[in-house]
């Protein structure tokens, strides 16, 4: 973000900053996704449309994890999203504010193995960090070797092989907790991890923890794979550019009444192409015209 966004530290929360719970995780990360769309000058948006998009998805997506419901989507407690009110069958509890070590980059080329296929080392961790354990419930999104954004064939396509590799991984899970557990004389989980990573898949947390995650992917991932199982299904026939337009009325009022005005000035920064050097004092103030409190009507 300070390097490819050029956004100032300033605003930013602080290097060392201990996080008390996965709620204030949540909100710092759909923090971050606005705080982009701030003070990003170059090819972020494309135009007043696409501009209004990036705006409502981040602005809900900050509502709701200032109201707790990211952590507990798709989980046992979820009461509030549409997909929960259209679902029967009974889904596991949500973590209660723990944090597990969460390896963001972590892929199969991360593991060294000897002649014997046996795991010796594990290698690169500086993109490991501490992170909420509904990171950790998820399944891991290299089983393609491939992140979604950059599948050749495109997103659906990405989706379709996933699920195939994903039974794959669950198989081998399973039976790796199964040992575990013989081995130990005990069970190893209170609940055996394929069960919460099929859920995790099933319910939309995957790409509710990948789209918190990856700002260069949020919006796609938001208005194709969250915005419906958090709101309920949209009218047929929307065109992409006017997704918004199906939402804003969710926005808080203060969110609604400075949408156009950031808006404008996010077209006008358009035809300006340079790299903006933020006072602080400026910075801070150009933020608090979006980022404020906010709750869902």
């Known amino acids: 973000m300070l390097q490819l966004a050029n956004i100032p530290s300033a605003i930013l929360s602080p290097e060392y900053r201990t996080f008390q719970s996965s709620d204030e995780y949540y909100v710092n990360l759909a923090r971050g996704h606005l705080v982009q769309l701030v003070f990003q000058q170059n090819d972020l948006v494309k135009s007043a449309d696409d501009c209004r998009n990036k705006y409502v998805a981040r602005q809900l997506f900050r509502q709701l994890a200032e109201q707790g419901r990211l ?5 046992a407690e979820d009461n509030w999203s549409a997909q929960a009110r259209t679902k029967t069958s009974k889904r596991l509890p949500a973590p209660s504010n723990s944090f597990r070590l969460y390896g963001d980059d972590f892929r199969p080329g991360n593991i060294l193995i000897n002649d014997a296929n046996e795991v010796v080392s594990v ?10 354990t509904q990171f950790s419930l998820d399944p891991p999104w290299w089983l393609l070797l491939d992140t979604p954004e950059m599948w050749d064939a495109g997103i659906d396509d990405w989706v379709k092989n996933y699920e195939l590799r994903l039974e794959t991984w669950l198989s081998a899970i399973k039976e790796a907790e199964a040992k575990e557990s013989t081995g130990s004389g005990s069970k190893s989980t209170e609940f055996p ?3 919460y990573m099929r ?4 319910t939309g947390r995957f790409w509710l923890t990948y789209a918190a995650r990856k700002s260069w992917a949020f919006d796609t991932i938001f208005w194709k794979y969250l915005d419906e199982r958090f709101f309920g299904p949209r009218e047929d026939g929307v065109e992409k550019n006017e997704l918004w337009k199906i939402r804003a009325h969710l926005l808080s009022e203060g969110a609604r ?3 156009e005005p950031f808006v404008e000035r996010k077209v006008e920064e358009m035809k300006d192409r340079r790299l903006v050097e933020w006072d602080p004092e400026a910075a801070k103030s150009r933020l608090t015209e979006v980022l404020f409190g906010c709750e869902l009507e």
């Not at 952590?71 to 989980?75: A, L, N, R």
């Not at 859920?199 to 099933?202: A, F, I, R, T, V």
């Open 71 to 75: 952590s507990i989507f798709g989980f």
């Open 257 to 259: 009444n400075a949408m």
């Open 193 to 195: 991890s394929p069960v």
């Open 123 to 132: 290698i690169d961790w500086e993109f490991t960090y501490t992170a909420p």
């Open 199 to 202: 859920e995790s898949w099933e």
